[in-house]
Structure formats: C-alpha cells, structure tokens
C-alpha cells in the first residue's frame, strides 16, 4: 500500500478487543490470544471444556492512549495524525511515524485494520 492511500485510509478498531480505562487514564486493551491451529486441537482436546479462550492485555501509555481514542472508525489516518501532532506540539513528519508505527503494530496483533474512507 503506496503512503498516500494508506493516509486516505480509516483505522478500525477491532470489535473483540475490549477497552479498560483505567483510574490514570490510560487504556489496557484485553484481546484474545491468537494461537497456531495445532496448539488450538491441542487445547480443545485436553483443556477443560468450558475453557474460555485466553487473553492478552496491552496497557497504552499517554500516547497510545490518545491515538487510540481518535481511532473513532470515521477519521483517516492523515486527519488522527493531523490532530496527534497538534495534540503533543510535534513536527508532522514525526507525528505521522510513530502514528504509523503505532497503527503497524496494533494491526500485526489484529487489534485494528484498514479501510478505505467513505465520505
């Protein structure tokens, strides 16, 4: 995906993940633990019946937290950064990276994905 469209894009939150605010205000995200298809029949198999699957957290700090809150499923991408960077008084460039990086990393854990804007 070129740069410009993956700025053209609107970051989704994915509905199994579940959001903790927690009393500082930052946000622990609690999402279930994706695990290889034979360690799955492994556990179906042997694990107690009424297992529920297992979970994973992922405590944000004061930066994750404010990008996850402008990740509302209506702002792309360019606009999140737009607002981050004025935000936490960086420059753009900066802004849009660790955004990015940000952004990388949540999807590589299937905790958001991409979709195209829609006006």
Known sequence: MTREA???CVPVKNSAVKEVRLENGLVRLCYPLQI???????RRRFGPAEASP???QLELDELGTLTWDLMDGTLRFDEIV???CRETRVHPKEAEAAVAQFVR???RRGLVGLKPFEP
């Open 6 to 8: 993956a700025l053209a």
């Open 36 to 42: 290889k298809p034979w360690l799955a029949e492994l």
């Open 54 to 56: 297992p979970e994973k």
């Open 82 to 84: 737009r607002r981050f």
């Open 105 to 107: 990393e949540l999807g």
